[in-house]
């Protein structure tokens, strides 16, 4: 049944993409004045003492764990996972990602994806292993098949050195507002970490904090094409059910920040000197509604208006990039997907956070 259910859904994702014809938005990607990155060189730099201490130039692979966000479904407009441009392990030439600012410290870096995927596909891609429509208990399957790939001849080479580990999970759990809960929540997201840790040795893990995502309710009001295309595709059941269960989502989506925020707390806690969970709230308040319609719907795929755009990724991109060399206490939760700021420099003197 899951099967026929995803041949389905898959079917009508390219059915509404060829009757919606002129569906795409006139933008321009990247926005007006977004900057490239354009950072001095470093000197590579000697082995860390330990994960607290980790530069640019000591990440030996990037990896990542998550839902469609991390796969990149629909970012480019079309049915497909765009990972070589997802902004956490994208290694697409030229694409604006968090892998290939690291690769200008370290050129030898691995788990870059290029290309695309088929969607709800498991095979992953470089070592990127989101799976579209993942729930936080699937994350354990995506580690297990990461771990076979990290352990393959291909990365023998780096599986022992030290790795950065972006994970995006929760949107599809919102999405479940009548069933899931926060402690359910939190029991899944504490396996799953449990896991990382066990299986992936000199690991900093970026854990991401989810968006507000009752907000993508407003594009959809203002385009006919998103009235059809969200409830066909039904890939947020309480987003299309009534303002009650919006409401509970974004209830639910609070706790699970929250929750995330305790969970990460306690495995940095554990001051294990190869691996630690540091939260990266940069999409955390990333508002829709404070856009103008003209404007917002550029922030969202133009195939499903649920996803987010290509632009929206870059932004991404630079809002975790420059909160990984900000303490805590001021990393920003606020990025403007359309007008980010300028990606951080990095110092010889700076670690990654």
Same mark, same amino acid.
């Given at each position: 049944?899951?099967?026929?259910?995803?041949?389905?859904?898959?079917?009508?994702?390219?059915?509404?993409?060829?009757?919606?014809?002129?569906?795409?938005?006139?933008?321009?990607?990247?926005?007006?004045?977004?900057?490239?990155?354009?950072?001095?060189?470093?000197?590579?730099?000697?082995?860390?003492?330990?994960?607290?201490?980790?530069?640019?130039?000591?990440?030996?692979?990037?990896?990542?764990?998550?839902?469609?966000?991390?796969?990149?479904?629909?970012?480019?407009?079309?049915?497909?996972?765009?990972?070589?441009?997802?902004?956490?392990?994208?290694?697409?030439?030229?694409?604006?990602?968090?892998?290939?600012?690291?690769?200008?410290?370290?050129?030898?870096?691995?788990?870059?994806?290029?290309?695309?995927?088929?969607?709800?596909?498991?095979?992953?891609?470089?070592?990127?292993?989101?799976?579209?429509?993942?729930?936080?208990?699937?994350?354990?399957?995506?580690?297990?098949?990461?771990?076979?790939?990290?352990?393959?001849?291909?990365?023998?080479?780096?599986?022992?050195?030290?790795?950065?580990?972006?994970?995006?999970?929760?949107?599809?759990?919102?999405?479940?507002?009548?069933?899931?809960?926060?402690?359910?929540?939190?029991?899944?997201?504490?396996?799953?970490?449990?896991? /990382?840790?066990?299986? !992936?040795?000199?690991?900093?893990?970026?854990?991401? =904090?989810?968006?507000?995502?009752?907000? &993508?309710? %407003? +594009?959809?009001?203002?385009?006919?094409?998103?009235?059809?295309?969200?409830?066909?595709?039904?890939?947020?059941?309480?987003?299309?059910?009534?303002?009650?269960?919006?409401?509970?989502?974004?209830?639910?989506?609070?706790?699970?920040?929250?929750?995330?925020?305790? /969970?990460?707390?306690? !495995?940095?806690?554990?001051?294990?000197?190869?691996? =630690?969970?540091?939260?990266?709230?940069? &999409?955390? %308040? +990333?508002?829709?509604?404070?856009?103008?319609?003209?404007?917002?719907?550029?922030?969202?795929?133009?195939?499903?208006?649920?996803?987010?755009?290509?632009?929206?990724?870059?932004?991404?991109?630079?809002?975790?990039?420059?909160?990984?060399?900000?303490?805590?206490?001021?990393?920003?939760?606020?990025?403007?997907?359309?007008?980010?700021?300028?990606?951080?420099?990095?110092?010889?003197?700076?670690?990654?956070?």
């Amino acid at each position: 049944m899951a099967r026929r259910t995803a041949v389905f859904v898959f079917a009508a994702i390219v059915a509404v993409a060829v009757l919606s014809g002129s569906a795409a938005a006139n933008f321009t990607c990247p926005p007006p004045g977004f900057s490239p990155f354009s950072c001095p060189s470093l000197e590579r730099p000697p082995e860390p003492q330990d994960v607290l201490h980790l530069k640019p130039g000591n990440i030996a692979a990037v990896m990542a764990l998550g839902d469609s966000i991390t796969a990149g479904f629909a970012m480019q407009d079309g049915p497909l996972e765009y990972r070589g441009t997802v902004y956490s392990t994208g290694g697409d030439d030229g694409a604006f990602t968090i892998g290939n600012f690291l690769s200008h410290y370290n050129p030898d870096i691995k788990g870059r994806a290029k290309g695309e995927t088929i969607p709800l596909t498991k095979a992953g891609k470089g070592l990127n292993f989101a799976v579209s429509e993942a729930r936080v208990r699937d994350v354990p399957g995506q580690i297990q098949r990461l771990s076979a790939k990290l352990n393959s001849s291909e990365y023998a080479d780096v599986k022992d050195k030290w790795k950065l580990l972006t994970i995006f999970i929760g949107a599809n759990d919102i999405c479940e507002c009548k069933s899931m809960t926060a402690d359910q929540f939190r029991t899944q997201l504490t396996e799953a970490l449990t896991m /990382v840790h066990q299986t !992936f040795p000199k690991t900093f893990v970026n854990i991401m =904090t989810i968006f507000n995502i009752s907000n &993508v309710w %407003d +594009v959809k009001k203002d385009r006919l094409y998103c009235q059809a295309a969200v409830p066909i595709l039904h890939e947020c059941s309480c987003l299309e059910a009534n303002a009650t269960n919006r409401q509970r989502m974004d209830d639910l989506g609070m706790a699970v920040n929250q929750v995330t925020r305790e /969970v990460a707390a306690k !495995f940095a806690a554990l001051k294990d000197p190869h691996f =630690t969970v540091v939260v990266q709230p940069a &999409v955390e %308040d +990333v508002a829709l509604d404070k856009y103008p319609p003209s404007i917002v719907q550029d922030l969202l795929s133009d195939l499903d208006c649920f996803h987010p755009s290509l632009c929206t990724d870059q932004g991404f991109a630079v809002g975790v990039w420059n909160n990984m060399f900000t303490p805590p206490s001021q990393k920003k939760n606020n990025i403007d997907p359309l007008k980010p700021p300028k990606a951080y420099c990095p110092t010889a003197n700076d670690y990654i956070q």
